[in-house]
């Protein structure tokens, strides 16, 4: 399927094993709906969710989504200053009113953005608002004009970034600055 263009993205959440029938665009602008193939007996199945880039948040719904993901406690932290002093960008993923899910474009200034901070609330994983996420920061990092995009994680997230998201094995290093040793 074409991907479609630009934008706020809702669509219905993929529900047991197939995708949902209907993706279509809202938001400000006005766009073409992309219809998909119905599923078996044409059902359809979970919340729809809207993917917006550079979208409103409350600091204190991010950071309640990244404490719960990350297995700490929640702190006073200003995420709405720090992604839009140093982000290219962010995707937040709603259902309905609620933050669903949040990534962060992280930006050297020229051509490379990076992932960070991405998560998705614990009832909605599994349904590929995850990788949704990251596709769209991925398309809205390149129409800024960015060519490359990194991130790194943890092993058991291969199948997540590599299997759905679309990067590619590279090496790659790390240094923990806070350690002491
Ligand atoms: C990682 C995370 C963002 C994935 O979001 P999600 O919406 O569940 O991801 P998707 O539904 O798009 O997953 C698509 C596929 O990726 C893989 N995948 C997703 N989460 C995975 C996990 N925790 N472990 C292993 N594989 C995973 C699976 O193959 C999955 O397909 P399946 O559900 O058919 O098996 C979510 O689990 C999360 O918020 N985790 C806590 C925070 C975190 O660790 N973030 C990553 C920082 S690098």
Known sequence: MQEPPLGTVCEAM???TRALPIGMFCGRMS???IQMPPGPGGAYRGPVISYQWR?????AEVEALQADGFGRAPADHDWKAQVERHS?????????AE??????VAWDGGVHAFILDTVVARPLRRHGVGTRLVKVAAREARADGCEWLHVD??????????GCCGFQPTNAGLI???DPA
């Open 31 to 33: 766009l073409p709906e």
């Open 55 to 59: 979208g409103d948040f409350a600091s």
């Open 153 to 162: 994680f943890e092993d058991h997230l291969g199948p997540f970034y590599f």
């Open 88 to 96: 290219l960008g962010w995707v937040c993923a709603r259902s309905g």
């Open 99 to 104: 933050l669903a899910g949040f990534v962060n």
């Open 14 to 16: 993929s529900g047991g």
């Open 176 to 178: 923990r600055l806070d």
